[in-house]
């Protein structure tokens, strides 16, 4: 059975970085299409992809956070870790990790499986 | 990047009607890399359809998928009181992927 598990900060203040973790059960970081993604979502308003790592560590950025953003993985703990810094209080949302299975080329992600998601209030 | 279109933002149907829900694209989709979500408040998105038309693993046959180029629907044959939840197509096949802005299918 494939698990996500959110965690991070629930408050952080502008200007901070933010550090989340995603901890996964059911499968390993190592094995070939394996990918995770982090997408967010403000209280209310629709879902917004951020930054995504595959197994062989080729990374992918919005464009728009991308001078922001840096998402790295863990293979030992079986975690994806992604910093946002000079966080705002538009930053302010649901943070979700999900993942999936690609060997197509070019590489294609939706989200197979999701994390229930983590609150984040950016906030001084 | 490629913008998705879903409108009308909120549909109201009754419980047994069948229900049609949009996503169109800002631009030609170079594959049918397109995916539809469902959200009920509190949790996560589940996918329920992925490459336009294949529904993903345990979803009810009564959720399909269809279209191509630009416009995209999701139909919901016989709507039942679990289906009212938000809907969200995301295109994945570009660069960067982008999710719709949702459309919250409500009770009449």
């Known amino acids: 059975q494939v698990t996500l598990q959110e965690s991070g900060p629930p408050l952080v203040k502008p200007t901070q970085t933010l550090t989340l973790t995603c901890t996964i059960s059911?499968?390993?970081?190592?094995?070939?299409?394996?990918?995770v993604g982090w997408i967010r979502q403000p209280p209310g308003k629709a879902l917004e992809w951020l930054a995504l790592?595959?197994?062989?560590?080729?990374?992918r950025y919005s464009p728009s956070l991308r001078s922001r953003l840096t998402i790295t993985k863990d293979t030992s703990k079986n975690q994806v870790v992604l910093r946002m810094t000079n966080m705002h209080p538009v930053d302010s949302a649901t943070y979700f990790c999900?993942?999936?299975?690609?060997?197509?080329?070019?590489?294609?992600?939706?989200?197979?499986?999701w994390g229930q998601g983590t609150l984040v209030t950016v906030s001084s | 990047e490629i913008v998705l279109t879903q409108s009308p933002g909120t549909l109201s149907f009754s419980p047994g009607e069948r229900a049609t829900l949009s996503c169109r694209a800002s631009?030609?989709?170079?594959?049918?890399?397109l995916a539809w979500y469902q959200q009920k408040p509190g949790q996560a998105p589940r996918l329920l359809i992925y490459?336009?038309?294949t529904r993903a693993s345990g979803i009810p046959d009564r959720f399909s998928g269809s279209g191509s180029g630009t416009d995209f629907t999701l139909s919901i044959s016989r709507l039942e009181p679990e289906d009212f939840a938000v809907y969200y197509c995301?295109?994945?096949?570009?660069?960067?992927?982008?999710f719709g802005q949702g459309t919250k299918l409500e009770i009449k």
């Open positions: 059911g499968f390993s970081l190592n094995t070939d299409g394996i990918y």
């Open positions: 995301q295109q994945y096949g570009d660069s960067p992927q982008t």
């Open positions: 490459g336009g038309s």
């Open positions: 631009q030609r989709l170079t594959s049918r890399y």
């Open positions: 999900g993942t999936g299975y690609t060997l197509a080329s070019p590489r294609v992600t939706k989200y197979d499986y």
């Open positions: 790592i595959f197994w062989d560590d080729d990374k």
